[in-house]
């Protein structure tokens, strides 16, 4: 990262603090690396994007139905998928610093391989390891002791002397008591529990091939190394749709969702020149996959995925039916026959894209302040389908009673439609800039104007103040809701 993208990427952080869209987790008590909480502006920014998304992929289609799965996952949905044995990173410990890292993460210097925080080349081999969360269910007593191990699977604290930990084949846990829980999984990913479902979402929904099943949620990854703001978190929401097809229109509709998945991310503001696709080569894509897209966008810190567009043929259903001994099957009336559909899945991060649309927004200009001077402005240029406020509305003294009634008569008249704020506190141009810094991207001033003090022709007029072009128009009262409904769909 070049140090012009890493001081953006510090403003970037702090403003996000600052102005409460993400905050560290836990972090009067120190923190917890990978994990983030969303303030008042960060969790609106957030709802939009899954508003939008939700709207287009399942809203406006005929041909995709929503689902919320649990997050607590039985073990032998994820031993069925793969995740138990396959789902891990290779790791690196470097023995100087005592560093851990992910082993496409070592850098090669004259090559050779070095540590990236020391530069030690004293290594270890890379090992596997699992990203998977898990946890226990089953009535536990609090009281029963020290009590928790991992075990290898087949093993109890009673048949072997010193159990070990295991970082993948644990299955059961007894506790002193003799008392038996069963391991869970935090889903590393929300798309097995479509897959799972997908007989009884097929039954109840009745819909014919193809047809898809959208879901957003919580996924869980113990990432080795979290890093870059919220890019990379061990907690995180996905926004997936598992789109069902028969074989032979497979390849065609991986194509078919790469593009419709682009369009989605222009039209919440991140621009074509900064999204890229890249076309996974056979080596590093999943053993089952035929075809798979990474959607990439120049972040500051590089050029990195936003979502995956995956053709995983039938492997998952095919997997699911194996192990379940349920049949997953799809029958095809125009056939006769009965087929295991296969799948096109684009996997969106929400936590990635809110970030994307946040780097996108932040930009610095010259805006006049109280007495024309320029002065340096901090704005936040979101598309206003994205922006967690709409609309602000100002009076335009606080001590002025008709003034304050008008402006809260506006609040009124626009709240059941939108997200708007009112301020009454400081001069107009500071209440602007707060706004502009947020990436409110319109203002509404209620002036003597608007109480026809001046001119009784501009009565129940306000001055609407666009954000990004500063520029302030004229507009009746009564055309201010259709015309923000416009502009902010
Ligand atoms: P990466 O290669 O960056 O680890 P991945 O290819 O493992 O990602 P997928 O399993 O395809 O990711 O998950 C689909 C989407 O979920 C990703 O494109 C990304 O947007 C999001 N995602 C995955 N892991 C994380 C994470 N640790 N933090 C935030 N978002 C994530």
Redesign the pocket.
């Known amino acids: 990262m070049s140090t012009t993208d890493s001081q953006r990427m510090e403003k970037i952080v702090s403003l996000c603090k600052r102005r409460g869209f993400i905050f560290q987790s836990s972090e009067i008590y120190g923190g917890l690396n990978?994990l983030w909480d969303y303030g008042p502006l960060g969790v609106e920014l957030k709802r939009n994007l899954k508003n939008y998304w939700w709207r287009v992929m399942v809203h406006q289609r005929d041909d995709v139905v929503g689902m919320d799965g649990s997050i607590l996952t039985h073990q032998d949905v994820l031993k069925a998928s793969g995740h138990v044995e396959d789902f891990s990173?290779l790791m690196v410990d470097c023995r100087n610093c005592k560093s851990r890292f992910r082993a496409d993460q070592i850098v090669q210097k004259n090559g050779v391989q070095q540590c990236p925080r020391c530069g030690s080349k004293d290594l270890t081999e890379p090992r596997a390891f699992n990203l998977m969360l898990e946890t226990h269910i089953g009535s536990i007593d609090p009281r029963s002791g020290p009590i928790y191990r991992l075990l290898p699977a087949g093993l109890t604290t009673s048949n072997i002397a010193q159990p070990e930990i295991s970082e993948t084949s644990s299955v059961e846990v007894r506790y002193p008591a003799g008392e038996q829980v069963t391991i869970v999984y935090l889903r590393?990913?929300t798309a097995q529990s479509i897959f799972v479902q997908f007989k009884n979402i097929l039954d109840v929904s009745r819909k014919k091939l193809p047809f898809g099943i959208a879901q957003i949620g919580k996924?869980f990854?113990n990432?080795i190394n979290?890093r870059n703001f919220?890019?990379?978190?061990?907690e995180?929401?996905?926004m997936?749709l598992e789109y069902f097809c028969r074989a032979e229109e497979g390849m065609k509709l991986l194509e078919y969702w790469k593009e419709e998945r682009l369009k989605f991310y222009e039209n919440i503001g991140l621009p074509s020149g900064k999204l890229h696709v890249l076309n996974v080569p056979e080596e590093e894509r999943a053993f089952y996959s035929k075809g798979t897209y990474?959607?990439e966008y120049d972040f500051p810190f590089g050029r990195?995925?936003?979502?995956?567009v995956?053709y995983r043929t039938n492997y998952d259903l095919k997997q699911h039916q194996d192990a379940s001994k349920k049949p997953l099957e799809y029958f095809d009336e125009e056939k006769k026959e009965r087929i295991i559909p296969h799948v096109v899945e684009p996997?969106?991060?929400?936590?990635?894209?809110v970030l994307a649309l946040i780097c996108e927004a932040y930009s610095e200009d010259q805006a006049p302040d109280e007495k024309g001077k320029m002065e340096a402005r901090v704005v936040l240029r979101f598309h206003p389908r994205m922006a967690p406020i709409k609309c602000a509305v100002f009076p335009l003294l606080k001590n002025k009673e008709p003034l304050v009634a008008k402006a809260k008569e506006i609040v009124a008249l626009l709240r059941p439609h939108m997200f708007v704020f009112y301020d009454e506190s400081g001069a107009i141009g500071r209440r602007y800039r707060r706004q502009d810094e947020i990436g409110t991207p319109f203002g509404v001033t209620v002036d003597f104007e608007t109480l026809g003090e001046k001119d009784p022709k501009l009565r129940d007029t306000v001055t609407l103040r666009e954000r990004d072009s500063m520029k302030q128009e004229r507009v009746r009262i009564s055309d201010l809701l259709d015309l923000l409904s416009m502009r902010i769909a």
């Open positions: 990978g990173d590393p990913e996924a990854r990432e979290p919220t890019f990379r978190s061990r995180f929401e996905q997936e990474d959607i990195q995925e936003l979502e995956g995956a996997s969106a991060g929400v936590d990635r894209a």
